[in-house]
């Protein structure tokens, strides 16, 4: 069965204090690793999709990184704004396009 | 372009009552995908439609729960007759092709009383 473990479950920041989410996943026959953001009260939007180990997405303070057992999503320099729950999520096997979420981290940036 | 538009926002009902959620997917995409967040635990698949056709309903939790996307656009979920265990908050996405991004809808948070 495919699992998805986000870490950590909660993290604190200043504004401007750079930091790392970290999703671990155990798969079979990845096609996929997918990243979104969650505000209160709304659904997940999508941010990146990482496809092989090695490859690298970035957009404005993010940028997301994958290896053959985790991805990695880092936050340079958060604002107020970054502040939200980032979902984890990866699609695998053959035949099928269902995500598989983990349980998401939730970010909270100072001023 | 519009979004992925789910109705009602919010749902209360009473368990043994019936509930029928809507999903309007972002036109021009043929997938479309019922997600359910019960709270406290992560974001699950319930089923997958392709056109009107079901894909995959592996993650649909019993019998009571019946979807359907007749024509092929707009997708609906009905619970028939809701538990106190189905309360959540139901997702709604859709993609142009199976190995593209999701794209989701608000939600849907059903609270069965």
């Known amino acids: 069965e495919d699992q998805v473990t986000q870490s950590p479950e909660a993290l604190r920041l200043q504004e401007g204090e750079s930091s790392s989410l970290n999703c671990s996943y155990t798969?079979?026959?990845?096609?996929?690793l997918f990243w979104y953001r969650q505000d209160p009260g709304k659904g997940p939007e999508f941010l990146f999709t990482?496809?092989?180990a090695g490859e690298e997405k970035e957009k404005e303070r993010l940028k997301a990184t994958l290896t053959k057992k985790e991805s990695f999503l880092h936050i340079t320099a958060p604002k107020p704004e970054d502040s939200a729950t980032y979902l984890c999520?990866?699609?695998?096997?053959?035949?099928?396009?269902?995500?598989?979420f983990g349980k998401g981290t939730m970010l909270l940036v100072s001023p | 372009e519009a979004g992925v538009t789910q109705f009602p926002s919010h749902s209360v009902i009473e368990k043994g009552q019936t509930v029928t959620l809507r999903c309007d997917p972002i036109?021009?995409?043929?997938?479309l995908y019922w997600y359910r967040r019960v709270m406290g635990k992560e974001i699950k698949f319930l089923l997958h439609?392709?056109?009107?056709?079901?894909?995959?309903e592996s993650g649909m939790p019993n019998n009571r729960f019946l979807a359907e996307r007749t024509g092929g656009t707009y997708s609906t979920l009905k619970v028939q007759p809701a538990e106190l265990e189905d309360s959540g908050v139901y997702f709604c996405?859709?993609?142009?092709?199976?190995?593209?991004?999701?794209?989701f809808g608000q939600g849907t948070r059903l609270t069965v009383v």
């Open positions: 996405a859709s993609s142009r092709t199976p190995n593209t991004e999701a794209f």
């Open positions: 798969v079979s026959g990845l096609r996929g």
């Open positions: 990482l496809y092989s």
């Open positions: 999520a990866v699609q695998a096997g053959s035949g099928y396009s269902t995500l598989t």
């Open positions: 036109s021009g995409h043929d997938n």
């Open positions: 439609f392709v056109k009107e056709s079901k894909q995959d």
